[in-house]
């Protein structure tokens, strides 16, 4: 027997009845409710199982209101803007619209609602709230590729005594994700304020200048906290401003040389509502990533920054630029186990770029793979032979054709991805496709030094794991796959 606020009574059988009527209507389908790749059914089927293995009776009621549990949920789907939701999105609305309710009929209907909106929210968290492959098959081919295991999850979210602590549990657990949270609810603090001030073009602020737009520079980095409050009227470039000018451009992955032209001052002039929904757009996209366990390893590449990071969560110790694909031949975006470090590597040329780029080049002077220090071979077999450029009538060959040609450039200066002797790149295999991150140096003066400092921190992962051997004059590591690693 389960006793309402006003004292009427209200049965497990009166419980019992209500909720296998409001199953069998099918709440999501009325609700028209689909999300993380499930239809409006398998959510209605999933709820009536969820239900029935609790006799029919409320998750979130008790002595007939919402109880301590059903309390702290709502707080969090009312904030779900502080993680970059939309609160509407987890039936807040109609959450409110039947929570002072006393009649079985409808507490049965708030404690669905609540069910639905907390699975919601929690299958946002764990998967994200796109299903990445759909917009880009080719660039998000396993982003997000892991459902929530509800039957797992049962325990935990139905009967956590403590509910905000829980649904903590559920956002991605990246260090990065706190700080883009933070930095959200700072912009949108000052979205109402009117953000920044817009600084118009000109020619290439300096320190030791004196321009009536150095003012407005003074005023919008103080907004954003790159400049102390202070002398902000002042029309001189000096070396306070010029800090402040780094520190905007470093948080912004700019070259911090402490002028302002035209990337920086590009930078400047972002809207605080652009910020705004770039940084909800990051948030989604540490949803799609692969969650870890504490401690454990692992290699990022900030393909937008043309960086690598390898270490453990909030705390890198290997640090790089990298080079990545440009507009036309994106780098794809994935999570997977890495499967070899290669030194000195050769560069393969993707058949795209060989039928696309190469052709035309070919066609014009046959001898331009000889310049470019790249070789052709028939075929893309370990025994392909070499074949010479110059003899092959180029004008007869089609993009398709380039299909049964592999050209390679061999390691060296020239190498397009590995311009050094002292280059690396990790490779991973996911499916059938080979994902290469090449990991390069702009000075040759520290080239040694950064290969010999990133290799030091591979010898950091688990034992056992990285082979070296030399191949063709070039040093491979190959980390074999463990138990652990494909989570047998």
């Given amino acids: 027997m389960v006793h309402s606020a006003s004292g009427i009574a209200a049965s497990d059988d009166a419980y019992q009845s209500v909720f296998i009527e409001h199953l069998q209507m099918g709440p999501a389908t009325y609700l028209n409710i689909d999300a993380h790749g499930k239809s409006a059914a398998d959510i209605d089927k999933r709820l009536t199982e969820l239900y029935h293995g609790n006799k029919l009776q409320p998750f979130w009621i008790v002595d007939g209101k919402p109880g301590r549990r059903a309390i702290e949920t709502l707080a969090v789907l009312d904030d779900a803007g502080s993680q970059g939701l939309v609160p509407n999105d987890y039936l807040v609305d109609k959450i409110h619209q039947y929570w002072n309710g006393k009649d079985t009929t409808g507490l049965v209907r708030l404690d669905i609602l609540l069910t639905l909106g907390m699975m919601r929210f929690v299958g946002d968290q764990r998967e994200g709230r796109m299903e990445p492959h759909k917009a880009d098959a ?13 039957d797992a999850l049962r325990k935990t979210a139905f009967e956590a005594p403590d509910m905000k602590a829980f649904f903590e549990q559920q956002a991605p657990p990246f260090p990065q994700y706190g700080l883009l949270q933070k930095k959200l609810a700072e912009y949108r603090t000052l979205a109402p304020e009117g953000g920044w001030p817009s600084i118009p073009a000109g020619e290439t602020l300096k320190p030791g200048m004196e321009d009536r737009r150095v003012h407005m520079v003074r005023k919008r980095l103080a907004v954003t906290g790159d400049l102390a409050s202070g002398k902000l009227d002042s029309a001189v470039f000096d070396t306070t401003l010029e800090g402040a000018v780094k520190r905007f451009q470093k948080r912004h992955n700019l070259t911090p040389d402490g002028t302002v032209g035209n990337q920086t001052l590009a930078a400047m002039n972002v809207t605080v509502e652009n910020r705004i929904d770039q940084i909800v757009l990051n948030m989604e996209r540490y949803r799609w990533l692969k969650r870890r366990l504490a401690g454990e390893r692992f290699v990022a590449v900030n393909i ?31 999570s997977d186990t890495i499967k070899y470090v290669e030194f000195n590597p050769y560069w393969n040329m993707p058949s795209s770029i060989a039928g696309n780029e190469t052709l035309p080049k070919l066609k ?4 331009y793979l000889k310049k470019n220090n790249m070789r052709i071979f028939k075929g893309w077999g370990p025994d392909a032979p070499e074949l010479d450029a110059t003899t092959i009538d180029w004008s007869k060959v089609s993009k398709k054709d380039m299909n049964r040609y592999r050209i390679r450039q061999d390691p060296g200066p020239d190498n397009a991805s590995a311009p050094s002797s002292s280059s690396f790149r990790m490779s991973t295999t996911s499916i059938c496709t080979t994902h290469r991150f090449t990991a390069c140096l702009k000075r040759s003066n520290v080239l040694s030094a950064t290969a010999a400092s990133a290799w030091a921190g591979l010898r950091k992962w688990p034992p056992g794991c990285w082979v070296g051997q030399r191949k063709g004059g070039v040093w491979h590591a190959s980390m074999r796959s463990s138990p652990a690693a494909n989570g047998k």
Avoid at 364 to 367: L, N, T
């Fill in 138 to 150: 080719k660039l998000f081919a396993t982003a997000r590729d892991v459902e929530v295991d509800w």
């Fill in 364 to 367: 014009k002077d046959p001898r």
């Fill in 304 to 334: 937008a920054g043309f960086e690598a990071f390898a270490g453990t969560p909030g705390k890198f110790d290997v640090k790089m630029p990298v080079i990545v694909g440009k507009t036309y031949h994106e780098t794809p975006v994935f």
